[in-house]
């Protein structure tokens, strides 16, 4: 497994940008896909974006779509979340994972806080 730090979060107005990183330790970064996911305030997690190994396919949740980038950096072993034109909607607790596939996650960060305000 993967021990995963997120950082990055913060309080940004509608329409604004923020970027989130997550540095893993551990070795064999490169193995894992990457993800990230988000729980909006009294609802489930759910998805947002995945990168492979290599970092050339990316996954995107519909709603986030050409407003979101993930991108990693196995030399770094870091990810980030490129977050654009954000809405009030988008209002959660943002959590990196790590596993073998989506829906194979092994290792979830503490996760970080965005706050979105219209």
């Known amino acids: 497994q993967v021990q995963l730090v997120e950082s990055g979060g913060g309080s940004v107005q509608a329409g604004g940008s923020l970027r989130l990183s997550c540095a893993a330790s551990?070795?064999?970064?490169?193995?894992?896909?990457m993800c990230w996911f988000r729980q909006p305030p009294g609802k489930e997690r759910e998805f947002v974006a995945a990168?492979?190994?290599?970092?050339?396919?990316?996954n995107y949740a519909n709603s986030v779509k050409g407003r979101f980038t993930i991108s990693r950096d196995n030399a770094k072993n870091t990810v980030w979340l490129q977050m654009n034109s954000l809405k009030p909607e988008e209002t959660s607790v943002y959590y990196c994972?790590?596993?073998?596939?989506?829906?194979?996650?092994?290792?979830w960060g503490q996760g970080t806080r965005v706050t979105v305000s219209s």
């Open positions: 990168v492979s190994g290599s970092g050339g396919i990316t």
């Open positions: 551990g070795r064999t970064f490169s193995g894992y896909v």
């Open positions: 994972a790590a596993g073998r596939t989506i829906t194979q996650i092994s290792s």
